[in-house]
């Protein structure tokens, strides 16, 4: 029978609830236990699919298609389970199937309200990613909610966890809070008030933590601990300190060394051999002693904000601890770029260029692979990165001088990437490999396979076959590759049913190391193996770095 652990968090947002779960996950699963863990977001949006970056951060996609929230990355990251779509769930989606039973008579003319059916549909939910009485069911599933306690658009989700906690029986369920014990500088101490006052909130709800996780700058004292449990009703050793660390993949050990994972199994009855924390002490070791350092610009549009690229950012830091190297990696707006000046590219190993939606900032991502091409600075363009790198390369290569995606100008002469819809022959008419194909008006998402062209360099990355994750509308047009082929670019991989084009690159012949691809590789990156894809592009930089200095030395 699975049993729950409930994740909550007070005072302000962003305090980490999510590296804290999937931490806490990472400690159950080295004791042999079988995890999951669930995102329960309180916005009425049925997805962040159409939420802003710079709001919301990165939107992160499964293999089985979902577009979810960005925590569900740090949990592939942390422990072995992958998420689907039933591991997150938001507000929005509640209610609309809510409304359509209603609709359908469901509740058989019942006046529908939040309490119990709501409520009741959220505990379906739930069970429903643990797989609850399934064969597919886990050990044990971590649910975080978000927002903050008190919130009154979190309060359905914390009144069902409430429920299902009774529903469940004793030892089925357990609550961990995560809380914020700020330092004030004038007075020279660490105040708890905060606590105290947010876990009062969360008992006047009817639930009483047997955790509580407070988020400090540093380490909190064993007498500030003390007044915490006094206040709050939770046993001494259920009051853990989680001070900042040097990297995140510090936490499991921190949280271990006081004892949470313990504190947990007790509170379910769960006998379990004790955790071996050693690859994590190992990786810590490897991050925090890196042989050499390569520096990476990341030309993007939503720079302001970093979580933006969260699983970017980490993909890229997987592969420089399999390089033994720290990855310094600095953003460019790409925004900036197109009125600045593109020399400011040179002081970088290798250019990155990531996805994004829209016209803004796009000409200069195109700059910035043009000056990747002709400098022979390693480039990775990912989704909209790769179709930047065709449409500069058709334009100033191939010589379709007016090339463009249909997305940025609509009407243009020369459309290399459009709708699947939209392409055309010369003579106007449709051309598409599949007449049938559904995708011209919608996003392409989650897991797809491709077959990789031997003798490329995406061959000798992937192999015969490539399986990544989409998230894109536009594609590269079928009726200008062959003219993008006879000027050099190589095709490298194309998908299995539709044969849409999936990876471009120069032959190295040509460039040392030059590729976009159209999937987002970064969604299935892990700190023990890095990704392929971003390993070899790291090791690019580094080889870059190597040649420029030696270079400089002969001069």
Same mark, same amino acid.
């Given at each position: 029978m699975t049993k729950f652990v409930f994740v909550t968090g007070g005072v302000v947002s962003s305090l980490g609830k999510g590296i804290a779960s999937a931490s806490l996950g990472a400690l159950l699963e080295s004791r042999g236990l079988k995890v999951t863990l669930i995102k329960l977001d309180p916005y009425l949006n049925v997805d962040p699919g159409t939420m802003s970056p710079f709001q919301h951060g990165e939107v992160?996609?499964?293999?089985?298609?979902?577009?979810?929230?960005?925590?569900?990355?740090?949990?592939?990251?942390?422990i072995?389970?992958?998420?689907?779509?039933?591991?997150?769930?938001?507000?929005?989606?509640?209610?609309?199937? =809510?409304?359509?039973?209603?609709?359908?008579?469901?509740?058989?003319?019942?006046?529908v309200?939040?309490?119990?059916?709501?409520? %009741?549909?959220?505990?379906?939910?739930?069970?429903?990613?643990?797989?609850? &009485?399934?064969?597919?069911? @886990?050990? @044990?599933?971590?649910?975080?909610?978000? &927002?903050?306690?008190?919130?009154?658009?979190?309060?359905?989700?914390?009144?069902? =966890?409430?429920?299902?906690?009774?529903?469940?029986?004793? %030892?089925?369920?357990?609550? =961990?809070?995560?809380?914020?014990?700020?330092?004030?500088?004038?007075?020279?101490?660490? !105040?708890?008030?905060?606590?105290q006052h947010?876990?009062?909130?969360?008992?006047?709800? &009817?639930?009483?933590?047997?955790?509580?996780?407070?988020r400090a700058d540093r380490a909190i004292p064993d007498d500030e601990r003390e007044k915490i449990s006094l206040f709050t009703n939770v046993a001494l050793w259920g009051v853990i300190s989680m001070p900042d660390v040097d990297t995140i993949y510090r936490v499991p050990r921190v949280l271990h060394e006081q004892g949470l994972d313990g504190l947990i199994c007790d509170k379910l009855r769960l006998n379990t051999p004790p955790a071996n924390l050693k690859r994590w002490d190992n990786l810590v070791h490897e991050v925090l002693n890196p042989q050499r350092e390569v520096s990476i610009a990341m030309v993007g549009k939503y720079v302001d904000l970093s979580d933006s690229y969260k699983s970017l950012n980490e993909a890229l830091r997987h592969a420089g601890m399999k390089n033994h190297a720290k990855v310094s990696i600095t953003y460019i707006d790409s925004e900036n770029l197109e009125s600045e000046t593109v020399e400011q590219l040179e002081r970088f190993d290798a250019i990155l260029v990531p996805g994004g939606f829209g016209k803004r900032?796009?000409? &200069? !991502?195109?700059?910035?692979a043009r000056f990747a091409r002709e400098t022979k600075v390693p480039y990775l363009g990912i989704c909209l990165g790769m179709q930047v790198a065709t449409i500069e390369f058709a334009r100033h290569v191939a010589g379709l001088t007016q090339a463009n995606s249909t997305e940025f100008e609509p009407e243009g002469a020369q459309p290399v990437i459009a709708l699947i819809t939209e392409w055309k022959d010369e003579d106007g008419t449709i051309k598409t490999r599949d007449e049938n194909s559904d995708l011209g008006g919608t996003m392409r998402l989650g897991a797809q396979s491709s077959d990789v062209a031997p003798g490329t360099l995406a061959h000798s990355i992937y192999g015969p076959v490539v399986t990544e994750r989409h998230r894109h509308r536009y594609e590269a047009n079928v009726a200008y590759l062959d003219q993008l082929r006879k000027a050099g670019l190589v095709i490298s991989a194309l998908t299995q049913r539709e044969h849409l084009t999936e990876i471009v690159e120069l032959p190295q012949a040509v460039h040392p190391w030059f590729m976009g691809v159209q999937f987002h590789p970064e969604f299935k990156s892990t700190p023990w193996d890095g990704h392929p894809l971003f390993n070899a592009f790291v090791k690019a930089a580094l080889d870059h770095q190597t040649a420029q200095s030696t270079q400089k030395a002969v001069t």
């Open positions: 992160f996609v499964t293999d089985d298609g979902a577009e979810t929230d960005l925590d569900l990355g740090h949990y592939e990251r942390f072995e389970t992958r998420m689907k779509k039933a591991n997150n769930f938001t507000t929005g989606q509640i209610y609309k199937s =809510v409304l359509e039973k209603e609709r359908r008579g469901d509740y058989l003319g019942k006046t309200q939040v309490i119990p059916h709501v409520t %009741n549909e959220i505990q379906d939910f739930i069970k429903r990613g643990a797989g609850y &009485g399934t064969e597919d069911a @886990v050990d @044990v599933a971590i649910v975080e909610i978000g &927002g903050t306690i008190g919130d009154i658009e979190s309060l359905p989700f914390v009144e069902a =966890v409430r429920q299902l906690s009774l529903r469940l029986g004793p %030892n089925q369920a357990a609550f =961990v809070h995560l809380t914020y014990v700020p330092w004030i500088a004038a007075a020279g101490e660490l !105040k708890t008030k905060p606590t947010t876990v009062q909130k969360l008992r006047e709800i &009817g639930i009483q933590p047997d955790a509580l996780l407070c900032g796009v000409e &200069g !991502k195109i700059k910035a």
